[in-house]
C-alpha cells in the first residue's frame, strides 16, 4: 500500500511532510495519475550548543535572547527573556529523479570542517551491488563497493580532498542517487546525473 495519498488541485503547490513516516535516513518513490513535479526539501533541526560551545561569533549557536529597554520592567525583574523561534542551520533541496538508473555521475564539492555523504535509493525488491568510482586526478583514489539492500536508502560517506572532483557510482540494478553536504553552517542536498 502507499505510504500517503492525496489529490493535488490544478496550479496549486503542495507541502508533503514526510518526517511521521520513518526514521531517517529514508527515501520515498512519487507516483501519480497526471504530470507532475516534485522537490526534495530537507531541514536541519533546530541546534542545541554542547557546554563547550559559545554563543554567537562565527560559527556559534545564535543568541536566543532579548534584552527588554530600560524601565519596561520592575526593580528585580530579569529582562532577558526567550525569544520563541527555532534556530534552523540550514535548509537543502533538491528535484528528484523522474527514473533510476544503473549509472550516475556526481560531481560535488565540500567545505572545510563538514560531512559529505553519498545516498543511494534502491526502491527494488532485490538487494543491488553498487560500485563507488571517485573521479579526479589524484593516484590514490580507489573504488568501493557497497551492498544496499531492498526497500531502503545507504548513507556513504565520502572523502572530497584535494583531486577528486566527483564519483561514478555504477550498480547492478536501476537504483537514484543523491550527495549531501552537512556543517555547522547548513546543508545542501543535490540530485545525481544520469550517466548515458
Keep these: 500500500t502507499d505510504a500517503r495519498t492525496i489529490t493535488l488541485d490544478a496550479s496549486v503547490p503542495a507541502s508533503i511532510p514526510l518526517g511521521d513516516l520513518a526514521a531517517p535516513p529514508y527515501g520515498v518513490r512519487v507516483r501519480s495519475t497526471a504530470p507532475i513535479a516534485a522537490t526534495v526539501v530537507a531541514v536541519v533541526p533546530e541546534f542545541v550548543p554542547g557546554p563547550e560551545e559559545e554563543v554567537g561569533g562565527e560559527g556559534g549557536v545564535p543568541d536566543t535572547t532579548t534584552t527588554l529597554p530600560e524601565g519596561s520592567g520592575g526593580e528585580g525583574t530579569d529582562t532577558t527573556v526567550p525569544i ?25 564539492d565540500t567545505l572545510p570542517g563538514s560531512e559529505t555523504t553519498l545516498w543511494l535509493m534502491n526502491t527494488g525488491d532485490t538487494a543491488v551491488s553498487v560500485e563507488i568510482l571517485p573521479l579526479g586526478e589524484s593516484e590514490f583514489l580507489t573504488e568501493e563497493a557497497v551492498e544496499v539492500p531492498p526497500g ?31 556543517g555547522d553552517k547548513g546543508v545542501a542536498l543535490i540530485a545525481g546525473i544520469h550517466a548515458e
Design 84 to 108: 520563541e523561534e527555532d534556530f534552523v542551520r540550514g535548509l537543502a533541496g533538491t528535484t528528484g529523479s523522474a527514473t533510476a538508473d544503473t549509472s550516475w555521475i556526481i560531481p560535488l
Design 152 to 182: 531502503s536508502v545507504l548513507g556513504v560517506p565520502v572523502d572530497v580532498g584535494v583531486g577528486t572532483y566527483g564519483y561514478q557510482v555504477s550498480s547492478s540494478e536501476p537504483i537514484t542517487a543523491a550527495w549531501e553536504i552537512v
